[in-house]
């Protein structure tokens, strides 16, 4: 009886320090908060210029946008680069435009408050093309 008592005080024990260890681990632990974004680009006037929208109005606002140039070889050339307005919307003037495939990239953000942090994610946009 006595062994029987002693086991289970001690299946007690290890399963008490168990749920400490795993509730300090939680009080720790940093919540990540994923929020998509999608970037739109238009190349009619003024070239280049576009929105950022989100579900997360503050992922949309004070975006970093990147404006590019392919190239042949495969890589692209940064031809700008802007912040988006508290609506969303950017532009780059390209000038002098020439012919090719452009591209618009709005970069990741985090911000974290209180154990959260909040990821807005990366987007690009659709290759437009400028004969």
Same mark, same amino acid.
């Given at each position: 009886?006595?062994?029987?008592?002693?086991r289970n005080?001690?299946?007690?024990?290890?399963l008490? #320090?168990?749920f400490?260890a795993? =509730?300090?681990?939680?009080a720790g632990?940093?919540?990540t +908060?994923?929020?998509? @974004?999608?970037?739109?680009l238009r190349?009619?006037?003024?070239?280049?210029?576009g929105?950022?929208t989100?579900p997360?109005q503050?992922c949309a606002?004070?975006r970093?946008?990147?404006?590019?140039?392919?190239?042949r070889s495969?890589g692209?050339? #940064?031809l700008?680069?802007t912040? =988006?307005?508290?609506?969303?919307?950017w532009?780059v003037i +390209?000038?002098?435009? @020439?012919?090719g495939a452009y591209l618009?990239?709005?970069?990741?953000?985090?911000?974290?408050?209180?154990?959260?942090?909040?990821v807005?994610l990366r987007?690009k946009?659709k290759i437009?093309?400028v004969?």
């Amino acid at each position: 009886m006595r062994t029987s008592m002693t086991r289970n005080l001690a299946i007690a024990a290890g399963l008490t #320090l168990a749920f400490g260890a795993l =509730t300090a681990g939680v009080a720790g632990a940093t919540n990540t +908060v994923q929020i998509d @974004s999608t970037i739109k680009l238009r190349n009619s006037f003024p070239a280049f210029h576009g929105k950022v929208t989100s579900p997360n109005q503050a992922c949309a606002d004070n975006r970093l946008v990147k404006m590019f140039k392919k190239k042949r070889s495969g890589g692209r050339k #940064l031809l700008g680069k802007t912040h =988006t307005d508290v609506n969303g919307k950017w532009e780059v003037i +390209v000038d002098p435009l @020439s012919s090719g495939a452009y591209l618009a990239v709005v970069k990741q953000r985090e911000e974290g408050t209180a154990g959260t942090i909040f990821v807005c994610l990366r987007d690009k946009s659709k290759i437009v093309g400028v004969d």
